[in-house]
Nanobody, 122 residues
Framework: QVQLVESGGGVVQPGGSLTLSCAVS????????IAWFRQAPGKEREAVLS????????VYADSVKGRFTISRDNAKKTGYLQMNRLTPGDTAVYYC???????????????WGQGTQVTVSS
């Protein structure tokens, strides 16, 4: 059974940082890309926020480019999203996903986590 479990969310002040983790089990992560999405309260899930393929190539949405860094540790079967210079506009539930290919939409990915809440507030 494939499981993706996000962790690392919480409450942070504007300008602060958080690192999210996505622990993967039941899947050979070496063969899959990892992506992060988010969904703010009352809004639809956004297009892909950040993506890293099995070769380490990355893609970022303009809204997070230069502030967020995606990475992966295949030995630990874990993906990460380092988030810096957070703003209240980053408040959302953050989801990780795994899939074989790049896709901008959440339904392009085969496996999903349950999400972790990130709240940016003073």
């Amino acid at each position: 059974q494939v499981q993706l479990v996000e962790s690392g969310g919480g409450v942070v002040q504007p300008g602060g940082s958080l690192t999210l983790s996505c622990a993967v089990s039941g899947l050979n992560l070496d063969d899959y890309a990892i992506a992060w999405f988010r969904q703010a309260p009352g809004k639809e899930r956004e297009a892909v926020l950040s993506f890293i393929n099995k070769f380490g190539s990355t893609v970022y949405a303009d809204s997070v480019k230069g502030r967020f860094t995606i990475s992966r540790d295949n030995a630990k079967k874990t993906g990460y999203l380092q988030m810096n210079r957070l703003t209240p506009g980053d408040t959302a539930v953050y989801y990780c996903a795994a899939g074989e290919y790049f896709g901008r939409s959440w339904d392009d990915y085969e496996f999903w986590g349950q999400g972790t809440q990130v709240t940016v507030s003073s």
